[in-house]
């Protein structure tokens, strides 16, 4: 399956009232694993998907800013220095938010 399938699943395309449950959960439990590694690998395209689920959505990520949380989910210590305004601490608390959603514990 595609990961924009995947992702137009996701997206809501079923009705609110529609109960979730262990059996639906665990019917697509592959699918599922797929989609979280693909984002922790691009844990910036997650943040795209959270923005496009809102119309008027204004964010995005400059290119820089795409490579600095890349590198952030994919070595374990990482040490960089920058100019002001280079929104470092956004970038680092964004990278720790997202960790929380990715990962376990």
Request: charged letters at 25%; one cysteine or more; a positive charge.
């Amino acid at each position: 399956m595609a990961l924009s399938d995947l992702l137009k699943k996701a997206s809501g395309q079923k009705s609110h009232d529609e109960e979730i449950t262990k059996e639906k959960i665990l019917e697509h439990l592959d699918e599922y694993r797929d989609l979280i590694a693909f984002w922790r690998v691009y844990p910036d395209k997650l943040v795209d998907y959270y923005c496009s689920l809102n119309p008027d959505n204004t964010f995005h990520f400059f290119f820089y800013q795409r490579l600095f949380l890349r590198a952030i989910f994919r070595h374990k210590y990482i040490y960089a220095t920058f100019v002001r305004a280079w929104s470092k601490s956004f970038m680092s608390v964004m990278s720790l938010m997202l960790k929380a959603i990715l990962y376990p514990g």
